[in-house]
Each structure stands twice: as C-alpha cells, then as structure tokens.
C-alpha cells in the first residue's frame, strides 16, 4: 500500500476544500444555504477525516508496494557514531 505524490496532493486538497467550506472566516464568502454552522473544530475536523479517508481510498486502491527493509539503507540511528568520529546531536 503507496500513496503517490499525485495521490497524496489529491486528497490534501480536498480535505482542504471541505474543511475551508466550515471555516467561520471565510463563510461570508460562501453564501451557501445548506451547509451547517461555521466552526473552527468542524472545519478542522473535515478537512483531517476527508484527507485521510481519501488518502486510505487511494492507498487500498493502487498497485505499488514498498520494500520497508530499503528504509535501513536510508536512515541510520540518531546514537551511531558519524563520518568523523563524533557523535550526532
């Protein structure tokens, strides 16, 4: 399960999209009827629930897997001693 860079900018997007139809700074742009009371809280949580959902959806439905034993070739621990004999901070 991947989530590609389109993917990924897709469903921040649309959380976004949501989220900014709750926002109680930007309803007097928004001349909609049928959308419930502005609330920081409920803008915030559209915009969380609907990007991860969106960004699950995407994941389940694509093809590409990845290899998490590449992530050691990658990375290194924070206490291993560095290229020039110190230590990292």
């Known amino acids: 399960m991947t989530v590609s860079t389109t993917q ?26 049928f959308l419930p009371e502005p609330s920081f809280l409920a803008a915030f949580g559209t915009a969380a629930l609907v990007s991860t959902g969106v960004a699950l ?8 897997s990845y290899d998490l034993r590449d992530l050691s070739t990658r ?15």
């Not at 990924?8 to 742009?29: C, H, V, W």
């Not at 990375?75 to 901070?89: H, M, N, Q």
């Open 8 to 33: 990924a900018l897709a469903a921040s997007l649309s959380g976004l999209t949501l989220g900014a139809a709750f926002m109680p700074t930007i309803r007097g742009l928004l001349r909609l009827g």
């Open 57 to 64: 959806c995407a994941a389940e439905l694509s093809d590409e």
């Open 75 to 89: 990375i290194s621990r924070l206490d291993d001693r560095v290229s020039d004999g110190g230590e990292r901070r």
